[in-house]
């Protein structure tokens, strides 16, 4: 199957500062991401969805100025928490969408503010 | 509305014995059904899925049956292994035309011991 690549897999931050994660499909263009957030034991949450070349939509809830989402290019999105707080420490996986009906997700990155 | 309903786990099962864990949906059109599967540190991965009424996904020993009728998509497997110790994601694409926005469930942890 198709290979989406995640940078980094885990981050240890300080709180005030600002993280960038990338998610890279590596083998094929993927015109949708997806950005999910995974708190322990619990389900994936859609954060925003991401199309190459505009601007990502969001879910209801997600703050957009906190949670900046940019996809350059077929093959790049990346989400950069900013101004961190400990809150904000997840698990974040990025999905890339190839085709109608398959998703491929990258291994996902553990962001952990201190 | 679209929404996945899967069993709450954990699941702890003796290895060779039999596995299923029930998943049900609703969605508002004929929705994509899958079935991820997330080891442990890891992002998710997708076992097997079925896009219309009556279809079955196989994968590594693992089955589901698309039931319309019960609205239900139960994951299957007739002697589980140590190594399917995991979390296992129920999921849907809740209408045709929804694009890849996966739905997920709560997540169901199997654990398979000696």
């Known amino acids: 199957g198709a290979v989406v690549s995640q940078h980094p897999s885990w981050v240890i931050c300080k709180s005030g500062t600002s993280v960038k994660i990338e998610c890279r499909s590596l083998?094929?263009?993927?015109?949708?991401m997806f950005w999910y957030r995974q708190f322990p034991k619990q389900s994936l949450m859609l954060m925003a969805t991401?199309?190459?070349?505009?601007?990502?939509?969001?879910e209801q809830g997600v703050e957009k100025d906190k949670f900046l989402i940019n996809h350059a290019s077929l093959t790049l999105s990346t989400l950069t928490v900013t101004s961190a707080h400990p809150e904000d420490s997840s698990f974040y996986i990025c999905s890339a969408v190839e085709g109608v009906t398959e998703a491929f997700f990258g291994q996902g990155t553990r962001l952990t503010v201190v | 509305g679209n929404s996945v309903t899967q069993m709450e786990g954990p699941v702890t099962l003796s290895e060779e014995a039999f596995l299923t864990i029930n998943c049900t949906y609703t969605?508002?059109?004929?929705?994509?059904l899958f079935w991820y599967v997330q080891y442990p540190g890891e992002g998710l991965q997708l076992l097997l899925k079925a896009t219309k009424a009556d279809d079955k996904g196989s994968n590594k020993g693992f089955e589901a049956t698309y039931r319309k009728e019960t609205t239900s998509f139960h994951l299957e497997k007739g002697s589980v292994q140590v190594s399917d110790s995991a979390v296992y994601f129920c999921?849907?694409?809740?209408?045709?035309?929804?694009?890849?926005?996966?739905?997920f469930g709560t997540g169901t942890q199997l654990k398979v011991e000696l």
């Open positions: 999921a849907h694409i809740p209408f045709t035309g929804g694009g890849n926005k996966l739905t």
């Open positions: 083998d094929f263009q993927a015109t949708t």
């Open positions: 969605a508002t059109g004929y929705p994509s």
């Open positions: 991401s199309n190459e070349g505009s601007k990502a939509t969001y």
